[in-house]
């Protein structure tokens, strides 16, 4: 008798997100992961981004993550939009969503009438960085008031990511951050990434990433 031995935790998840992957790419729909600090703008992010995408005709869903409370999951469902929320209380208040939660969640959809997913990761700057949840694309959200040193200081999460957003910019007046080079120590951790500024706030350069986002669905 041959046993097969999974030789640690990542592996085995890495394992169920290229099966997500899979699924994703046979149904039809794009996964997109987005991560950050808590606090940085993901749920305002997609509140402002979700009803352009909706004007453009694409049907689409949101998987919050959350140790606890279903508060962004509600902000989320008045946009008349799918929504599962994950806690990570209940098996240990994991700081991240790994692949094995995304499959349950996503299993709430009817996939085949969806075109895009979101997953709003843990608020979190490490650790979700770790785990691949089976996503297309990885988006990392970094607020202005976060200074210009965190890409450098918490490398990984830039590095696994394809594109970086930059948020609050309607607060650069009142701080401090040099803006040219948090975007400079973004592009030396990955110059490959896709690097883009908005204020979820006032509205300012979300058309512009609703269409870059319309442009990644299959
Ligand atoms: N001034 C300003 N405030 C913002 C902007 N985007 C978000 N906020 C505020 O920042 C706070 C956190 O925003 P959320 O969207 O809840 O952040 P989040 O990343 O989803 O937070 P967690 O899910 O808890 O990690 C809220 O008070 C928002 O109103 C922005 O562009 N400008
Ligand atoms: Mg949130």
Same mark, same amino acid.
């Given at each position: 008798?041959?046993?097969?031995?999974?030789?640690?935790?990542?592996?085995?998840?890495?394992?169920?997100?290229?099966? !997500?992957?899979?699924?994703?790419?046979?149904?039809?729909?794009? =996964?997109?992961?987005?991560? &950050?600090?808590?606090?940085? +703008?993901?749920?305002? =992010? =997609?509140? &402002?981004? /979700?009803?352009?995408?909706?004007?453009?005709? !694409?049907?689409?869903?949101?998987?919050?993550?959350? #140790?606890?409370?279903?508060?962004?999951?509600?902000?989320?469902? /008045?946009?008349? #939009?799918?929504?599962?929320?994950?806690?990570?209380? @209940?098996?240990?208040?994991?700081?991240?969503?790994?692949?094995?939660?995304?499959?349950?969640?996503?299993?709430?959809?009817?996939?085949?009438?969806?075109?895009?997913?979101? #997953?709003?990761?843990? +608020?979190?700057?490490?650790?979700?960085?770790?785990?691949?949840?089976?996503?297309?694309?990885?988006?990392?959200?970094?607020?202005?008031?976060? +200074?210009?040193?965190? @890409?450098?200081?918490?490398?990984?999460?830039?590095?696994?990511?394809?594109?970086?957003? !930059?948020?609050?910019?309607?607060?650069?007046?009142?701080?401090?951050?040099?803006?040219?080079?948090?975007?400079?120590?973004?592009?030396?951790?990955?110059?490959?990434?896709?690097?883009?500024?908005? &204020?979820?706030?006032?509205?300012?350069?979300?058309?512009? !990433?609703?269409?870059? #986002?319309?442009?990644?669905?299959?």
């Amino acid at each position: 008798m041959k046993i097969q031995i999974v030789r640690d935790v990542l592996e085995a998840n890495d394992q169920l997100a290229d099966s !997500i992957r899979g699924e994703a790419k046979k149904l039809g729909f794009t =996964l997109i992961n987005i991560m &950050s600090s808590p606090g940085s +703008g993901k749920t305002s =992010l =997609l509140e &402002s981004v /979700i009803p352009e995408l909706k004007k453009k005709g !694409i049907r689409l869903a949101v998987i919050e993550g959350d #140790i606890t409370t279903t508060a962004d999951a509600e902000r989320i469902a /008045i946009l008349d #939009i799918p929504v599962a929320q994950i806690n990570t209380e @209940p098996f240990g208040g994991d700081c991240h969503l790994g692949a094995e939660v995304i499959i349950p969640a996503l299993q709430k959809f009817d996939l085949a009438n969806l075109d895009l997913v979101f #997953i709003e990761n843990v +608020g979190n700057l490490v650790c979700p960085a770790e785990f691949d949840t089976g996503a297309d694309y990885n988006f990392v959200v970094i607020s202005t008031t976060e +200074g210009e040193d965190k @890409p450098l200081k918490y490398p990984l999460m830039f590095r696994v990511c394809d594109t970086a957003i !930059i948020n609050k910019i309607d607060l650069l007046p009142y701080l401090d951050i040099d803006i040219n080079k948090l975007k400079k120590n973004i592009s030396q951790i990955n110059p490959k990434i896709n690097l883009m500024s908005c &204020s979820a706030k006032t509205g300012e350069n979300i058309p512009g !990433i609703a269409q870059f #986002i319309f442009n990644l669905v299959k």
